[in-house]
């Protein structure tokens, strides 16, 4: 059954208890992201040093057990990254879940990778793509520093 | 009324969805279609089409027959008192935009206040919120209460005497609750404010009738109703499509034309500009022919019945939480579940076939003051049985059971 | 390309209509449709219908997939740069409006000027008219020469520093005219003004190439286009939907939604408020598939020869004047004949079959400048042939019999 | 052949020659008519005396042959009436062009009624109708003084 590849016991482990969900005071860079269809929030908070390297990282929000886990998931993987590895894993992960079969990246080991695999269960379902990638879109606006909330 | 026979007319429930029979629980979002509906489509478009109302060839004098006669039998369904007050409009977001943008533009000033409620669709409040930008007025929202029920007293505590518009939902597509409407007319009438029923969700489920309600202006989705997409209906007192100025322009609209200025022509024409979705009018005088077949005081019957089950049903699964409980309730049953994200039980639901909502329905504003940034909801239709509902519950204790582990 | 075959895919022309073979010379009015488009109606709502972009449920997410592809399948159609480009709407006449209200909205002011045409159809002048009440902005009408052209000179005289947009139309629905719009948008372009293609008539017709015409704006209407009616296509420059406010409210265009204030989705969401024309935008999928099949270049071909045939017969019979002569002329002609009113052509005409248009055609002021009140117009499609003008021509004999007696 | 039925000589004779079609500058009454949809105008002058009795009537504009004609055979029908009968044979012409057989109304001649009948024969062609009877209910207008045009 395809369901338990996408509610993979890792993922429901992450969806119900998010690592690093908390607000940091202690951060520099932040970023918010909204999927306006069905409400699912996420701010991801950073503290990037001198040398661009993510010296803590957390997030806030709600959502469902693929964006939380997502979320959990990544902020984890994230911490101790230095910016250009932080592009080359948001990129690595969006290309896997949009197409390629494999992480390609080498910065991860391979528990790591086996972890972020997890998510690739949202691969056959189309609709869900969006709550796996919210969190890392935001993390790409963070690192930019550039809110990307709109205001009217 | 035999229901099975009712199902067999929505030729979707013919074929498997990914190997499972379709249960259908998502008619709040849109309906299914009657094979009458779409087969006069099919006949309108491969034996009858023409444009309407601008050449006086044989085709397209039929058509325009076609198209106004639909526009008298919405008229008689819904017992507005004039075939010309019904305007048809690419839906029901279109028709509030229209009654909206017009009003504003004749009648509202800063200051002036237009009364919400809380339960509102995006639809409902979106362009209203546009004359807070241009015109400086104010936005007022009538609160519900405990049960998910929007009270007279709670309008009634809101009104000003800066309130120039009352508009409201007629059926709230989250909680279910249908509201006094005829009531709220006519406290809004004693004060001399004009109201507006958005009856996206009262329209397929409840008998109208405009004179009885009084209204003076009724939103109708034909896609919620059995119609076709791209349809909606405005319901508006004459006296208000008279008053008010045209909305958008452009061909059949006009009375004359010149460089200097432009005339606009009588009702129904004048709020109608461009080419209408002519083949879309003419399919949903099937619409409601296929409701008036049934009969309308037999579907609230049915669909009474089954809510009221439905709320039994989901009770008894001490996992879901429903959302309100209202006395008075329309064909909606919006739940959480136990640690399961709404999103997480759609997706689990959909591989039985069990096609539900989950989100905010477009009415944010709701879910903020529940705390709720998403619920599940299972809404209902002619086509629902007792057996939908105990298909749900099985596939709402698979979620448990997978997200148990 | 054999036209016979082409012919074939409408199922309208297997029925006779009060007798006769119909001969439809009525498709600047609205095309017939193939059954390619028919049949995806039938299907989509028989087996695959389910509202679009809203739930997560496997009906939902093939919809929102067809939907969207579509999307893109016009977008190539037209060679735009960018899907999120191409807006739809309820038709051509909203696609107008959209642009001329968000655009005053935003960018005019008292005494800025808005450059026509004296050709434009009422939908590309109503909109334009109503800032001219609440901006209070100007409307200029570039003329038409003797031949029924409107040439670059004649917009270029007319602009002036005050010009803020020129809006005009692709191929007039009356004299056939094709305007130098790529010549007329770079003029435009190098004062600084935006212009808007009313492509109604040209878009069926006439191979589209957004960026190599570069025009900001191009209104398309669907049922003109071999596609169901309600529904349109506005293209228009990313650039203008991000710097131009949404349009209508509601479901579905929204970011965030708080008591106090909104906040707004980005593109394509923004101008699609509330549910969609979901079966509309399926079907228009296939006219687009129907029409790559046969090839635009091989319809113009194919409308071009039969335009000239058209000319030729209609100058050889002298009762006959047509209206304008332009030298690069689409698929439209118009005409009348020595002292029988249009009217009176078109009810004689229709006895035989022949399905024409008589009146104004929605542009007043083209007429009154001809000093006519009404004229008569036969205009082409793909399946049009010889034959149908032959048989005109026939009818339009029978007409001075009768009116000679 | 119905077309026959529609343009009768009669029809084609007041079509192409219409009576009364001149802008009196003797009248105190008018109202002009008009229809969008295909543009034909028409404007009715009459000159009502103290019998109320319409001593001029006359009428500008332009149309198809069938608008012309009922203009025409109306205005020359109209002289000498009073305003009661002006009323009786305009209700009259309306029920017979949309419903009844005949004329009932016993004011006109024999051949007087024979002239207005012969636009029956836009009964069968729905969409022509109005054409027949913009003159009339523009007569209407006209008694009542008020100009059916409206301003924006
Ligand atoms: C040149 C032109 N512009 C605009 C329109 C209006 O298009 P629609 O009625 O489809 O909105 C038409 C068709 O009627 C047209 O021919
Ligand atoms: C209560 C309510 N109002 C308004 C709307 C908007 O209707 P439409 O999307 O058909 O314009 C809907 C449906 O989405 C609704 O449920």
Known sequence: MELKELYQEIILDHGKNPRNLKKSDNFNKDAAGHNPLCGDKVHVFLKVDENNKISDIAFEGSGCAISMASASIMTDLMKEKKEVEVKELVDDFLEMIKKNPELKSKILAEDEKTKLMSLSGVKKYPMRVKCATMAWHTLTSAMKNSNTEKSD | MNIDNIKKQFPIFDNKVQNNDLVYLDS?????????????????????????????????VAATNLYENTRVMVQKYINASDPNEIVFTKGATEAINLVANTFGQKFLQEGDEILLTELE???????????????????????????????????????????????????????GAILPIKEITKLAHSKNIPILVDGCQGAPHLKLDMQDIDCDF?????????????????????????????????????????????????????????????AQVIAFGESIKFLNKIGIENIEAHESQLTQYGEEVLRKNNSVKLIGSPKNKGSVLSFTLDGIHAHDIATILDEDGVAIRAGHHCCQILHDKLG???????????????????KLNESLNKCKKIFDR
């Not at chain 2, 489509?41 to 050449?55: A, H, L, Q, W």
């Not at chain 2, 362009?127 to 930008?133: C, E, F």
């Open chain 2, 28 to 60: 709040a979002n849109s309906s299914q279609k009657p094979k009458v509906v779409v087969d006069r489509i099919y006949d309108f478009y491969t034996k009858e089409f023409s444009n309407v109302g601008r050449s006086v060839h044989y085709l397209a």
């Open chain 2, 121 to 175: 669709h995006h639809s409902n409040y979106v362009p209203w919120h546009y004359l807070r930008r241009s015109k400086g007025i104010k936005i007022k929202f009538a609160e519900f209460n405990s049960d998910g029920e929007v009270t007279l007293e709670s309008i009634e505590k809101n009104i000003t005497p800066k309130t120039k518009m009352i508009a409201i939902t007629h059926l709230s597509n989250v909680t």
């Open chain 2, 218 to 278: 009724y939103a109708i989705s034909c896609h919620k109703m059995y119609g076709p997409t791209g349809l909606g209906v405005l319901y508006a007192k004459k006296k208000w499509l008279d008053a008010l100025p045209p909305y958008q322009g452009g061909g059949g609209m006009i009375r004359e034309v010149k460089k200097e200025g432009i005339t606009f022509g009588d009702l129904p024409n004048k709020y109608e500009a461009g080419t209408m979705a002519t």
């Open chain 2, 372 to 390: 709720l940034s998403a619920t599940a909801r299972a809404s209902l239709g002619v086509y629902n049985t007792k057996d939908d509902i105990d």
